[in-house]
């Protein structure tokens, strides 16, 4: 059964099939790197990076050396990684970090918690209150200089960074209010025209991460949700994928054709009864959709 046949009247949902055995307090992240045919993700609470190889079922695991909110693939080689004392530059040959940039040093509740490339290789990611109490987390992006630029704030949890096929919209998540908001980009380093995309309904779960899809679609991960929702591009949604776990954290295309869709889960929050109920809470799932992600996109840091 395929996403594409998914309906929320008189359709069918689809269920996630289990993949991988990770066990993450907090998977979040995943991001399908083409160089490797392999799946990075990270576990935040764990402090731990991640690579999935789904030809061989391969997985391994490295330590970060804080809590690490998002891993992305640089141009050349090795990864962005945002951790909650900044940006730093991964290898994992070698297993070593190395600074690039500080972000928020006058907020030290705050952390780093998701990323996503731009279409011209440029890194907006954002910052949350650690407690999750305070918006005092902001939207970033990284400019060809190394700087963190602000381009939005008043977020307690910033999630679920995406943009469209073209480029010319962008999405972003406030996963306390329960909004996905959708932002218009004049130029490749600015925002205009902040407007409510969707609105998750009370009950239903909040949104964390997302990821478009080449029909200009977003899918929206649902953090005590039990599943993942396809939106179309006006907002309509159109079908959901039910997962065996509640906590979905965020989705990402990969595979050989970019039609599989990776979601990693997390087993934050429940009780020990409730981790017993949900033995397969921070383990990473699959799909499959009818059509492709947008193209992954690499992180070009000037040299």
């Not at 004049?186 to 239903?204: C, D, N, W």
């Not at 965020?250 to 020990?272: E, H, I, M, N, R």
């Not at 949900?278 to 990473?284: E, I, R, V």
Request: glycine fraction near 14%.
């Amino acid at each position: 059964m395929s996403a594409g046949a998914t309906g929320v009247t008189g359709g069918q949902y689809i269920e996630a099939e289990h993949v991988c055995s990770v066990g993450a307090e907090l998977g979040e992240g995943p991001v399908w790197v083409v160089r490797e045919a392999a799946l990075w993700f990270v576990d935040i609470l764990g402090r731990q990076l991640h690579r999935f190889e789904p030809a061989s079922r391969r997985w391994r695991a490295w330590p970060a050396p804080e809590r690490p909110g998002f891993i992305v693939p640089l141009r050349g080689g090795g990864f962005l990684v945002g951790l909650k004392n900044g940006l730093q530059c991964f290898d994992p040959q070698s297993g070593q970090f190395t600074h690039l940039a500080h972000v928020e040093p006058h907020l030290p509740g705050n952390r780093l918690n998701d990323g996503a490339v731009s279409p011209e290789g440029a890194l907006w990611f954002g910052s949350m209150d650690e407690a999750e109490k305070e918006p005092s987390g902001c939207l970033y992006r990284l400019d060809e200089h190394g700087r963190a630029v602000a381009l939005d704030a008043g977020y307690t949890i910033t999630n679920g960074p995406a943009f469209s096929p073209d480029g010319g919209i962008f999405y972003h998540t406030d996963t306390v209010q329960r909004v996905v908001y959708a932002f218009d980009r004049p130029t490749p380093a600015t925002l205009a025209g902040k407007r409510v995309f969707v609105r998750i309904e009370a009950g239903a779960g909040f949104p964390d991460g997302t990821a478009v899809d080449a029909q200009g679609c977003v899918w929206i991960a649902l953090w005590g949700g039990w599943g993942v929702r396809r939106y179309s591009p006006s907002g309509e949604l159109l079908g959901i994928v039910r997962f065996p776990c509640a906590n979905v954290t965020k989705v990402a295309f990969g595979g050989p054709d970019g039609c599989t869709v990776y979601a990693t889960t997390a087993w934050k929050g429940l009780s020990p009864l409730g981790r017993a109920a949900q033995p397969l809470a921070g383990d990473l799932f699959s799909f499959r959709a009818d059509v492709p992600g947008s193209p992954p996109n690499e992180v070009a840091l000037r040299a």
